[in-house]
């Protein structure tokens, strides 16, 4: 998860039920530490604890001791954070519609792998990693690796499937790959 800290301490702050109790009340009148602390029964501890962490995420703010409801901070963070789209992976407009969902569902954003699926949906994505590798060049095992440690770190099980699949092959010895033409299948 790539959160900002901004975001994981507004989290933070919307989990604690005694945190949101204190907004609802705040929601309602502003109130001062005492207040809050005796209308909750909270300890003046607690009440300080969850205060400070409200003020400094800027859910709540206070003048003279006396607390409020930051509504306009709030309501940024939750348009900005909550409701901010999460990005997917696009493939080609090439592929059906099928392909096209399996690769979304196992693919990041950036286009490595999330998460390696089993036959028959692992076929669908050797198809996609195979489009990484050149017809007629030769490819040292380190230099296979490397290309499929940007999409996974299990390099040596995608090698594994993309020469058991027939779209890489290799000599026996494990020093030179090649993607394999269609024709030659």
Do not use: C
């Amino acid at each position: 998860m790539d959160a900002s800290p901004e975001m994981l301490d507004y989290i933070k702050a919307m989990s604690n039920p005694d945190r949101l109790r204190i907004i609802g009340l705040l929601s309602q009148e502003r109130a001062t530490r005492a207040e809050i602390a005796a209308r909750l029964n909270l300890s003046v501890k607690d009440s300080l604890t969850h205060l400070g962490f409200l003020e400094f995420v800027g859910a709540v703010s206070q003048t003279d001791g006396v607390y409020m409801l930051n509504n306009d901070k709030l309501e940024l963070l939750a348009r900005e954070k909550l409701g901010e789209e999460h990005p997917s992976f696009i493939p080609s407009e090439g592929l059906d519609e099928r392909a096209k969902k399996i690769l979304k569902a196992h693919l990041n954003p950036d286009g490595s792998i999330r998460q390696i699926p089993a036959p028959p949906k692992l076929q669908v994505v050797l198809n996609y990693l195979v489009q990484f590798f050149e017809f007629n060049t030769n490819y040292t095992e380190k230099e296979v690796n490397a290309i499929l440690k940007r999409f996974n770190e299990d390099t040596a099980g995608l090698r594994r499937d993309l020469v058991d699949a027939n779209l890489l092959a290799r000599i026996s010895d494990g020093s030179r790959y090649w993607r394999v033409n269609e024709d030659s299948k």
